[in-house]
């Protein structure tokens, strides 16, 4: 079962229930779609335990991330996945070069792309920046954050950290609660969670959660005491203090007094409720430090995992699908 | 020179009639309107007009049944001169305005520099004179580089020909400032133009906050902010008695404020722009940066009722609100690309999307277009009656065309439009009497 055979043989299964050549956002995917790309991370997340964590599903492709804002973790887990897939992985820390020349998004762009990349995953502050970037080269794009927009790639992690934890990814009650104005990590699962068919409230104080949410079919609470009963997933937002220009909230006590959570609040959801964060977190401001420490509640550890193995199936299923439109071409061109 | 129009559908905005007749031009001048039994022989006859002359001729127009109207009259037209000639010049945005039926342009202050002293207005004027084939009549800025600190020698701007001081989109936020430049203002007889929006609610907005904002993760204003500001300048009215025009109007929750302050007698008058009466804030769809204008699009239900409150008369003129914007300024992420779309040359199609959809008649969308801008602006033009200089459009409201953006005549092509199917297209112009578009 552990097996990389048993990997590459869902990888083709899931390719023909995949139709995209990026993978840009949570909103053009269909259920379907969803739940081959979490089949064939499973796949991965199986290999990423065995004892030789290697695939040659991107040997031979090059894999160029480029990063126009900071990134840890995100940056390492899409690093890792690409080598562990056999991808020539290149990164660019753009912050720090030549977007302070004056130069545009496209033309910082196309100097990569004009090194035949076949795989890019971009970052950028700018909610739509990654679709412009999109429609202007040659290489499959992987979105990894575009402003306060989507970030597909944690929201497919997310599904699948749950997914494994309570046995199913539809007809849960799932709490995300915190900073959502902000947060393209809440649009993406929001997204995402109601295509699969769950109950969603957002929680947080008015401020962070403006009611227009209520339109996409949430429930919204600014009692997170109410809002926790019963559920079955916690999902705590990081407070994202360098995106607010003006005052959210009163202060980080207040916010934590009202809004973190502790043991004492997290009893109101089910018993077997998991608790997860996107990370990095703040603790004392968002999330109790014991409480995301404890292994029987958080899966935040199981979150990061899974980052790997998701980002390695949506890495090879664009890998796929780039070969076969590559190979298509070739053929129509005889 | 004398002009017979025969078989034309008269559009009289003045009198309020859509109907068949002919129109009667000499030296520039509207000289009647006549009925559709007209026979031109007779009547040269009659007024002892020589068709065959070779000093004065006569020409007859066959319209075959298509509309004439007063030539629009487009307040708020930005002509990227001086400092960006690259975006738009006098001769190109004079062409695109011929193309589109617009005879008169307004134009803004919000150059590089800024066009706040007499020296700079002359300088315009002297190139506008030189190239444009339609009337321009410039506006001047209100406050000193459009800064808000110090308002600007409006006396000798209006000497030199300004027509209206504005900030254009730069709200003057010091209220001390504004209501001495409102008072100053009065005193002259100024006509002062302002966007009425709340600057700090405003600040960073890409889009309208509402669910398709949510979506796309843009910063968005509330609507609100538009009521704010139009709130503000409407008791700095009361305060200071000034001549007011607020640029656009756009949200349904500014209307009822407006209504009231022209029911409280305040002179008072509001426009909006042809893109926020055809388009709503869906069109921006995968963040096209076309699609981006100042105030940003409103939902539907706003659309709705900016287009009802044209409809009954509580806005006044439509504007294109033409902004030219070159390919490097839009092709960025949407925070980041520039605000604006051309419109000289598809405001008279949008607009006919309005007449189609059955939302306008024609003489009530022509009393926005050409007469309530020429009312505003004390002009004779605007209107097809005995007198009235003979600025007209010929066009055709039902023929179709897809909109290319590569064929305006503008420098910059950032049309929202481009690839659309728009119906209604024009046929000729004229300025004073003169040909200065016919399409082939």
């Known amino acids: ?334 | 020179m004398t002009l017979l129009f025969i078989n034309a559908r008269l559009i009289d905005p003045e009198a309020g009639t859509d109907s068949l007749g002919a129109l009667l031009v000499q030296e520039g001048k509207i000289v009647e309107l006549l009925p559709e039994s007209t026979d031109p022989a007779q009547l040269f006859r009659e007024r002892n007009i020589d068709a065959d002359s070779s000093v004065d001729r006569a020409e007859i127009i066959d319209c075959a049944g298509k509309c004439l109207a007063p030539g629009i009259i487009d307040i708020g037209v930005k002509v990227c001169e001086p400092g960006e000639r690259h975006k738009e010049s006098y001769k190109t945005a004079g062409l695109a305005a011929a193309a589109g039926g617009v005879t008169t342009i307004v134009t803004r202050p919000d150059t590089t520099p800024t066009i706040d002293s007499p020296e700079i207005l002359e300088f315009v004027t002297r190139r506008a004179q030189a190239d444009a084939p339609v009337h321009v009549l410039p506006m001047a800025a209100l406050t000193k580089g459009r800064e808000g600190r110090e308002m600007t020698e409006i006396g000798f701007l209006m000497d030199a020909g300004a027509v209206a001081f504005s900030d254009c989109d730069h709200v003057v936020s010091n209220t001390k400032v504004f209501s001495r430049a409102l008072t100053y203002a009065r005193s002259c007889g100024a006509l002062v133009i302002a966007h009425p929006q709340e600057p700090i609610l405003s600040a960073g907005a890409a889009a309208t906050s509402g669910k398709f904002a949510a979506l796309r993760g843009l910063p968005a204003v509330s609507p609100m902010a538009e009521r704010m500001g139009l709130d503000r300048d409407i008791a700095l009215l009361e305060m200071t008695g000034a001549k007011y025009h607020a640029d656009q109007i756009t949200t349904a929750r500014a209307l009822p404020a407006l209504e009231r302050a022209k029911a409280n007698g305040l002179d008072i008058t509001a426009g909006t722009s042809i893109h926020h009466l055809t388009l709503n804030e869906l069109d921006v769809a995968d963040y096209r940066t076309f699609f981006k204008v100042k105030p940003p699009l409103r939902s539907e239900d706003d659309r709705l009722a900016v287009a009802e409150a044209v409809r009954s008369g509580l806005i006044d003129p439509i504007s294109s609100m033409h902004t030219p914007q070159d390919e490097e300024s839009k092709r960025l992420p949407f925070e980041e690309a520039a605000a604006g779309a051309v419109a000289l040359e598809t405001l008279l199609p949008a607009a006919m999307r309005l007449y189609h959809a059955e939302l306008l008649d024609l003489p009530t969308l022509f009393r926005a277009l050409s007469l309530n801008p020429a009312k505003l602006l004390g002009l004779a033009a605007g209107r097809l009656s005995a007198g009235a200089p003979a600025d007209l459009v010929l066009f055709d409201p039902d023929m179709p065309f897809v909109m290319d953006r590569f064929q305006l005549k503008s420098k910059s092509q950032n049309t929202p439009y481009d690839g659309a199917r728009m119906q209604g297209r024009v046929l000729a112009t004229y300025v004073t009497g003169a040909p200065v578009f016919r399409r082939d």
């Open chain 1, 1 to 334: 079962m552990s097996s990389p055979k048993s990997a590459s043989q869902s990888a083709s299964l899931a390719a023909q229930s995949f139709g995209h050549r990026h993978l840009l956002g949570i909103e053009p995917l269909k259920p379907h779609e969803i739940t081959a790309i979490l089949d064939l991370a499973d796949s991965y997340a199986d290999l990423n335990r065995g004892p030789e964590k290697h695939s040659d599903a991107l040997a031979g492709l090059t894999q160029i991330n480029m990063f126009f804002e900071n990134s840890t973790r995100t940056q390492a887990s899409l690093e890792i996945a690409g080598k562990r897939l056999g991808a020539d992985v290149m990164n660019m820390a753009m912050q720090a070069s030549s977007i302070k020349k004056g130069e545009t998004l496209i033309d910082t762009a196309m100097t990569p792309n004009a090194m035949h990349p076949d795989l890019l995953v971009v970052r950028h502050p700018h909610s739509g920046a990654v679709d412009l970037l999109a429609q202007k080269v040659n290489c499959a794009v992987l979105n990894a954050g575009d402003g306060r927009h989507e970030h597909p790639t944690q929201a497919l992690l997310d599904a699948l950290t749950i997914r494994r934890a309570k046995g199913r990814l539809h007809r849960l009650n799932i709490a995300i609660c915190g900073d959502v104005a902000h947060s393209r990590v809440a649009r993406s699962n929001l997204i995402l969670l109601g295509k699969m068919e769950n109950r969603i409230r957002l929680i947080g104080p008015p401020t962070l959660v403006p009611s227009q949410f209520a339109e996409f079919g949430a429930e919204i609470y600014d009692d997170m005491r109410e809002g926790l009963k019963d559920v079955d997933v916690v999902m705590m937002l990081r407070l994202q203090k360098e995106r607010m220009d003006g005052g959210f909230i009163p202060s980080e006590r207040e916010y934590y007094h009202r809004y973190g959570l502790d043991a004492d609040k997290l009893a109101l959801a089910k018993p077997d409720a998991i608790v997860m964060h996107p990370g990095p977190m703040n603790r004392g401001v968002e999330i109790d430090g014991t409480l995301a420490d404890d292994i029987n509640r958080s899966v935040i550890q199981e979150q990061v995992e899974m980052g790997v193995a998701v980002r390695m199936a949506v890495l090879d299923l664009l890998a796929q699908n780039l070969r076969k439109s590559r190979a298509d071409a070739a053929a129509a061109a005889g």
